[in-house]
């Protein structure tokens, strides 16, 4: 009934609508982040609107986020006006993200006020994204545009004020400036909704390239020494750039930005656009040469996506506006071909040290091995459920599965590279797969999108192969195991040791935890939290479980050092440890029986074959190009 009466309502609508005019449907919305230290950003929007009942929408699904993450919860002093009245508003009730007004007659715009409390922390992934004095702004949290527009169909006329004395980057242009009050140059929604803003009062440019349009790294940091580089950080930057230029053979924008914000009050992350990344990091990141091999992946990650992701996309994963659903299903080649070159050009540009690689596999090897879930939840589920698994907690990470896309596409696509090389007989590599479809011709900024079968089609091209029966069994069955085929033809193979590599020692310290996952089978924060236990393991029969705490351990109080002593006088023999342990309030002793000390993955080289992976690290950027 109520559709009826809308289209009826509808039909009254023309009559009083404007004569069709040459110019398109455009927009303006001014930013005002001067309380921004507060965490509320005011923003008016000027939207067009024709006589009568209309609805407005504000986005729900968000590129890069693959989930229906617009943080709606967030938005609040909504205020209509048009034609010179107030108007009100009713929130539909089935769609959150829809308001449903009445135009008055005459009006050819309605005005939108609204703030965004951008400190409240329900943005994207539910992070926050500001502090006193780094903010990234994500322009989606500001916007309203009529139901049903077209994201290419609607022009954005993007203005800021921005706090005293604040900078920023962004891939938006410059249009005019006077003070704090910056003007840019009009842009499709679309692109609108793909540029960042990164804004700070610590802040600096680097230069990373300017042979073919412009790079450069924006940083905003909490304080002065956070965004200081010294020259051999800068020099891995622009590295990275000449990578990526000899990996694809083209680019498809013409000035990026990375836009990384240096605090330790937001989450690292990293969020891909077209032109620009939202990277996030610890404040220490780009002076801790140890943090920065250890995330040195961001970047390169981020940037990949700029080819693969943005240029090249999912048919189902393009959609004309933020309201469509996105089918999420070919995320193994959108995330999982980034992960595998996001660390290749890491190690090609010198952002993570050498042999890393080998280490940030065997690392996701023993995780997606020891992930039980695995059993009854194909790959392909993970790609699927995307939108669930996002938000999904790390506690029963390994019951669930959690957004294995990344990780086990990543060992996955190492084994095409060492199938595309064996069947070429060495004189191809995933590097011509690459090329070809993610390189020539340059273009600006556009996305071409593509099928699975487009994949498939697009490697038998460079090497003959049961690529469909490949993908078969490696993405839509069950397998016990993740895929080992890649490394294993590249010259190494899997296996435990007692001491942790650096990879895995670093990620201990950085992430705050114990990952004896391998050995007891428990996965412990260094405050004593249960964050994951491994089913069947030592840890699991004993009954410890996610969201327990550990007050104590081998009679003594919990602490990162006494866990590791306990399990590593297990080498020789095998014992009882008592675990103290809280359990909701309720406190009890329980017993983990083992031996064998600690594990941690490895990889090691098989006697007699070539070091392919090696091989695969090395740079290219300066035998190509310029
Ligand atoms: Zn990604």
Redesign the pocket.
């Known amino acids: 009934m109520k559709r009826l009466f809308s289209l009826l309502t509808l039909g009254l609508i023309v009559m009083f609508a404007p004569a069709a005019g040459v110019e398109p449907p455009s927009e303006t919305v001014a930013i005002d982040a001067t309380d921004i230290a507060r965490g509320i950003i005011h923003a008016k929007l000027t939207i067009p609107a024709r006589p009568g009942p209309m609805t407005v929408v504000y986005p729900k699904w968000i590129p890069g986020e693959h989930s229906p993450a617009g943080p709606i919860t967030e938005l609040v002093s909504l205020r209509f006006t048009g034609g010179g009245y107030k108007l009100g508003w009713k929130r539909d009730l089935i769609d959150m993200y829809a308001f449903h007004i009445v135009v008055p007659p005459g009006a050819t715009t309605v005005e939108a006020s609204l703030d965004y409390l951008l400190a409240a922390g329900t943005i994207g992934s539910k992070e926050r994204h500001t502090t006193a004095r780094v903010a990234m702004l994500n322009m989606y949290a500001f916007t309203l545009y009529p139901q049903g527009t077209k994201n290419t169909d609607l022009t954005v006329h993007p203005s800021i004020v921005l706090p005293p004395g604040w900078e920023f980057g962004t891939a938006l242009v410059e249009q005019s400036r006077s003070g704090p009050a910056v003007t840019f140059a009009p842009v499709t929604l679309e692109t609108f909704i793909d540029s960042p803003l990164l804004t700070g009062e610590n802040f600096r440019k680097f230069t990373l390239d300017t042979s073919n349009g412009t790079a450069e790294l924006d940083v905003a940091g909490e304080v002065p020494e956070d965004i200081v580089a010294s020259d051999p950080t800068v020099e891995k930057f622009k590295r990275l750039i000449r990578e990526a230029d000899a990996e694809y053979g083209a680019r498809h924008w013409k000035n990026y930005h990375f836009l990384l914000a240096l605090t330790d009050a937001i989450d690292t992350n990293?969020i891909?656009h077209h032109e620009s990344s939202d990277d996030r990091a610890p404040e220490n990141f780009l002076t801790d040469t140890d943090l920065l091999d250890f995330d040195g992946d961001l970047l390169p990650?981020?940037f990949t996506?700029s080819w693969n992701?943005k240029y090249r996309r999912p048919y189902d994963l393009q959609v004309d506006n933020y309201q469509d659903p996105e089918q999420t299903d070919l995320l193994w080649v959108y995330?999982g071909l980034?992960?595998y070159l996001g660390d290749v050009l890491a190690e090609r540009s010198g952002l993570r040290p050498p042999g890393e690689f080998g280490e940030v596999l065997a690392a996701s090897y023993a995780d997606l091995d020891a992930t039980t879930g695995r059993l009854t939840r194909p790959l392909a589920d993970t790609a699927d459920a995307a939108q669930l698994l996002y938000t999904s907690t790390p506690q029963f990470r390994h019951d669930r599965r959690t957004v294995d896309y990344y990780a086990e596409s990543e060992l996955m696509w190492l084994e095409v590279d060492a199938i595309i090389r064996r069947v070429s007989a060495g004189k191809r590599s995933i590097d011509d797969f690459v090329r070809a479809f993610y390189g020539p011709p340059a273009s600006g900024p556009k996305v071409v999108t593509y099928t699975r079968a487009d994949v498939v089609a697009a490697l038998m091209s460079v090497a003959t192969y049961d690529w469909d029966g490949f993908f078969g069994t490696r993405i839509d069955t069950i397998e016990a195991h993740p895929p080992a085929g890649g490394f294993e033809a590249d010259g190494w193979r899997f296996e435990y040791a007692a001491e942790p590599t650096r990879f895995m020692r670093e990620f201990e310290k950085y992430q705050k935890q114990i990952v004896a996952a391998y050995s007891i089978g428990a996965i412990i924060s260094e405050t004593g939290d249960v964050i994951d236990v491994i089913a069947g393991s030592p840890a699991d029969k004993a009954g410890l479980a996610p969201f327990q705490k550990v007050l104590a351990v081998g009679g003594r109080r919990f602490s990162a050092d006494a866990l590791h002593a306990v399990i590593r006088a297990t080498a020789t023999r095998t014992s009882r440890i008592p675990f103290v342990v809280d359990a909701f309030g309720s406190v009890s002793t329980v017993d983990v029986v083992y031996g064998g000390g600690e594990k941690y993955p490895r990889l090691v080289r098989i006697d007699g074959t070539t070091d392919v992976l090696d091989a695969i690290v090395k740079p290219r950027g300066d035998l190509h190009g310029r």
């Open positions: 990293g891909e990650h981020e996506h992701g995330e980034t992960q």
